[in-house]
């Protein structure tokens, strides 16, 4: 199995709150997992990534956490803002595997 | 910044029609993916390449989809014979590796009437 499935599909949350998506893959193999933003019009940028010799990475309001147990990893926004509005996806992929899966994205959206 | 390019930015086909669309990938970057991204912003894997050659592909790819990307010259996806269902936003992205950031292009938007 390949598949990776991300939790929630929308996500609703006040300006200055936190927003945690999830996601679990199948694929024991995989040890890259990134995470991209695509707003509207755009096409999906980088926004942070975590290999699997991590099990935390944080970088400017963003916190990822892998858990290779469970086969699950998740963003967590802090200090959420209008800006953060967006659709975030996941994806995992494995060296030689020759293969990127992306989760079916969460809609993020952030009221002042 | 992203520096994958991708033309045209919409294509507007008939169905049946041949349509095809192009990528320059980022300088440098071997691997190259095309995915599907339909209406519910859901990613569809298409194929992908490593240095021209063709690693992965899906069977719908294999039978109404011919891609290629040869050295010094464009990448390209062309749908053979166009369908309804094929309206959806192309997107080439390039990358070093599996496992590196994959950076997208603009996308091809085709709208099959």
């Known amino acids: 199995g390949e598949q990776v499935e991300q939790l929630p599909s929308i996500l609703r949350v006040q300006e200055g709150s936190s927003a945690s998506i999830n996601c679990t893959y199948e694929n024991s193999a995989s040890n890259y997992f990134p995470w991209y933003k695509q707003e509207p019009g755009e096409n999906p940028k980088l926004i942070i990534d975590i290999r699997s010799n991590m099990e935390r990475k944080q970088t400017q309001g963003l916190i990822v956490l892998l858990d290779k147990k469970a086969k699950r990893f998740s963003l967590h926004i802090t200090d959420t803002q209008p800006g953060d509005s967006a659709m975030y996806f996941c994806a995992a992929s494995a060296t030689g595997g020759y293969k990127v899966v992306f989760g079916s994205g969460t809609r993020l959206l952030v009221s002042p | 910044n992203s520096k994958v390019i991708q033309t045209p930015r919409y294509l507007v086909k008939g169905q049946g029609q041949k349509a095809k669309m192009r990528c320059i990938p980022e300088?440098?970057?071997?691997?190259v993916f095309w995915y599907q991204q339909n209406k519910n912003n859901e990613f569809k894997f298409l194929i992908n390449f490593q240095n021209q050659e063709v690693l992965q592909q899906i069977d719908m790819t294999e039978k109404r989809f011919s891609a290629e990307c040869p050295s010094n010259s464009p990448c390209s996806l062309e749908i053979q014979s166009s369908e309804a269902g094929d309206s959806a936003l192309y997107l080439c992205a390039s990358s070093l590796s599996w496992t590196y950031e994959q950076y997208f292009g603009p996308g091809t938007r085709l709208t099959v009437l």
């Open positions: 300088k440098g970057h071997p691997v």
